[in-house]
DNA sequence: ATCGAAGGGCCGACGAGCAAACCTTTACTC
DNA sequence: GAGTAAAGGTTTGCTCGTCGGCCCTTCGAT
């Protein structure tokens, strides 16, 4: 134990990057938005409520609101019963940048970490009535298979959904900052129906291995849904 | 997916609180050297070096240390050939903070999710050269059963070089934020010989499914590994 | 017609962070 | 011994994000 040399100061001594509370407003709502959370048409608590909830002054809800709404991603209207609404229809989504696409290899790792977490703890923890739930959500891209701006949308409430089943507040939050870096690399690219419905027998088999309590199948359905989407990637993408 | 219900906005709106760069950085520094990534006697490069690549300014580097400095866990010399180094001997580790003690369960779901992801991805890339390094750790371990302390800090190097093994900075970095985490939690907790040897057991049949790119066994392997400290901690925390 | 609840706009104070100096100490070199 | 280089220590002033509060405008409900 004596001579080891230090490892890794690169990674203790890389830049800290801290956001703006204004920055990290933007992307906590416009990722929940762009996800779905918070879908079209669905109206925000108002700025006097909101601004006490994320824990910020109301000149800074205000300022990452006008920038919502600048992007067309939100609309407020004034008076009694006014408020600030989700925009229906959303904006087209925005081409990936070069850093986003230059780090795709990372955010799929960091997917992989939290996605296996999640399974994990969802099998252990997961309530039935939970996974009726998820069912549902299965049934519905089982629908969708055509129409791939639908199928993301309940695809993410699927793999958020099952991150609720865990109980654990740090893991959906994971989970969502997760799928928003993924939406924004998949958004580009073709899924033709028959990908999709392989992708949700996946899901399939997710779920009965979690309501099983099966750790292991569970993993490992996971896995293969994970790399999956990694192949995808590689194919299309730089660098794959 | 017409009528779905607007779910989970507690997540959405929970409060937005962004570290300072100086309490990042102040936090980034002390868990290197808590964890013996910055071992002790270790010098950091010199503070015009340093806020460069951390990307802040002198002063506020500058205040990181002096905190650092105050705390004990690093002192500083004047003139040529002087510098920052970390304290030799380290200050005792303060008990962990009801704040910390709180959300025990969270840091362990969150721990699970890192070190699953590490050794999937582990399991898939690692080269042999790297897994000899980790061997020796392991076969370091077996000499350490009766010291807990520099039980930990080898346990913390074989994690940690799982995660570098993956190639992945993003992991390396969540692998070492967990470890500090759990730091926190087990320092002020006997570990027999006999568990630490069970779970140095653990260790080699991890490293063992790693060598065979077996990642079923691997993440299995794992998962106990993480049950195991789970087990321990419940029997001995609040609210397990 | 009025009230109240919502967004919209404005301004002053404060503190974090930055940048660029300059000072002090120390050790090596000639 | 003088000089120089390399380190930490100090000071200053500026910028900008954030806060907190105040008042205005809009408009549905009563």
Request: charged share 20%; aromatic share 4%; glycine share 8%.
């Amino acid at each position: 134990m004596s001579g080891t040399a230090v490892l890794s100061p690169e990674t203790v001594f890389a830049p800290v990057r801290s956001q703006t509370a204004f920055e990290e407003t933007v992307e906590r709502l416009g990722t929940a938005i762009k996800l779905g959370l918070l879908p079209p048409g669905a109206r925000l608590p108002a700025e006097r409520e909101l601004c006490a909830r994320l824990g910020i002054a109301r000149s800074t809800l205000r300022q990452a609101l006008t920038a919502l709404s600048q992007s067309g991603h939100v609309y407020a209207t004034r008076g009694r019963g006014g408020g600030t609404f989700v925009a229906d229809p959303l904006p087209p989504a925005e081409p990936p940048s070069p850093q986003v696409l230059a780090q795709w290899r990372e955010t799929c790792d960091e997917r992989m970490a939290v996605e296996l977490g999640v399974v994990v703890l969802a099998a252990e923890r997961a309530d039935p009535a939970e996974l009726v739930a998820l069912d549902e959500h299965v049934a519905t891209l089982e629908q969708e298979l055509e129409d791939f701006a639908a199928y993301r949308q309940t695809d993410i409430r699927l793999h958020v959904g099952l991150a609720e089943a865990t109980s654990s507040p740090r893991l959906v939050r994971a989970m969502t900052d997760v799928q928003g870096a993924m939406t924004d690399l998949i958004a580009y690219i073709a899924h033709p129906p028959e990908v999709l419905a392989s992708s949700n027998e996946q899901h399939r088999r997710i779920l009965a291995a979690v309501r099983e309590h099966d750790t292991l199948r569970a993993t490992r359905a996971m896995a293969e849904h994970m790399q999956g989407t990694e192949r995808v990637l590689a194919g299309l993408l730089p660098g794959g």
